[in-house]
């Protein structure tokens, strides 16, 4: 029977939930606030970790901080958890929260156009 879970998901898990600690209460840098961690993607061999974040504004400033911070990172996630190598991290802005509000905006759009051209009930112009 195979594993519901692999050790690369299992990993993923535990690094997600010590950056979201690690960036909330740790991190110093002023340019790195408020953010979310949305998923990590470990490769099998444990050497990279994409970490996707989302922010409130993913600006170019927070990108940068978020890299200067990548080596303090490691080192603390070095120290919280128990493996032999811990992989590079790897931050990229998770646009689809942005990209979901944009389409719920649109929609709604489309429905208030279609009710301003809904001709008049009939039964009243009669």
């Known amino acids: 029977m195979a594993k519901d879970f692999s050790r690369s998901d299992r990993v993923a898990e535990q690094i997600q939930r010590e950056l979201a600690d690690l960036l909330q209460f740790e991190v ?12 990590v993607v470990v490769t099998g061999d444990m050497a990279h970790a994409k ?6 504004a ?10 200067k911070t990548a080596g303090f990172l490691r080192g603390q996630l070095a120290k919280r958890m128990l ?44």
């Open 28 to 39: 110093k840098d002023p340019r790195v606030g408020m953010v979310t961690v949305t998923e």
């Open 51 to 56: 970490i996707y974040y989302s922010a409130k």
């Open 58 to 67: 993913g600006t170019p400033e927070l990108q940068e901080g978020l890299e």
């Open 83 to 126: 493996l032999r190598t811990v992989p590079q991290l790897h931050f990229i802005y998770d646009a689809s929260i942005d990209n979901g509000m944009r389409l719920s905006r649109l929609i709604d759009e489309a429905l208030v156009n279609q009710d301003a051209t809904k001709p008049a009930d009939k039964s009243q112009t009669s």
